[in-house]
């Protein structure tokens, strides 16, 4: 079973509407970040949160909202989709101490594909 | 502020041909630099990393060498195959805030 997992997978809305972007993960990792991608432009992140308690906005967090659950569960919510806000969206997750010295590595889900029309 | 710059794609190549992906960076101290690779439809996965400067990061016959007088982490592999058409991503991690900043990202496409 995949460690990050993203429901759904692909979805279609329509401008206006509400949309909610689920991530969980198995890893036991503390940290859990959004991000989207957009062709050309790599990635960027639009909130992040260091435990069920901490949440943070990002590079591009207008228009976007988070809520922590619990430590293996983050999600992303559109309050009301606009055409801009079509991208690929990914969660990713780390470990609070970084991993043998290695600071940040990150784990990502396989994306939500997201088209507003 | 920090900064990953990364050679534009798309990069194409034969089979068996010799890689090379540039990457340089703008940081204040010293960060981890890493590669990532997103195959078709997939998301991202750790490809290699370094944590300090001269530390040489390798994975499936990638290999990356942390260079802080060029600031470059530059991706090579010898001989490329068709699986690894994919785009591939430099980023850094700054130690004051754990956070990761990202290269646009590169694609790479392999003919047989």
């Known amino acids: 079973d995949a460690d990050v997992t993203q429901t759904p997978r692909n979805r279609i809305t329509k401008t206006g509407k509400r949309i909610m972007l689920e991530c969980s993960q198995t890893k036991g990792h503390d940290r859990m970040y959004w991000y989207r991608q957009d062709p050309g432009l790599g990635l960027r992140l639009i909130y992040y949160s260091f435990d069920v308690k901490d949440i943070n906005k990002g590079e591009i967090s207008d228009g976007y909202s988070v809520s922590r659950q619990a430590q293996a569960k983050f999600s992303l919510s559109l309050e009301s989709a606009i055409p801009n806000q079509t991208a690929l969206y990914f969660c990713a997750t780390s470990d609070l101490h970084g991993g043998r010295g290695t600071y940040n590595e990150q784990f990502f889900g396989p994306g939500t594909r997201l088209t507003v029309l | 502020g920090d900064s990953v710059t990364q050679m534009e794609g798309p990069v194409t190549l034969s089979e068996e041909a010799f890689l090379t992906i540039n990457c340089t960076y703008t940081a204040t101290g010293y960060p981890s630099l890493f590669w990532y690779v997103q195959y078709p439809g997939e998301g991202l996965q750790l490809l290699l990393k370094?944590?300090?400067a001269d530390d040489k990061g390798s994975n499936k016959g990638f290999e990356a060498t942390y260079r802080k007088e060029t600031t470059s982490f530059h991706l090579e592999k010898g001989s490329v195959q068709v699986s690894d058409s994919a785009v591939y991503f430099c980023a850094l991690s700054d130690r004051s805030n754990y956070q990761l900043i990202w290269g646009a990202g590169t694609k790479l496409i392999i003919k047989p």
């Open positions: 370094a944590t300090k």
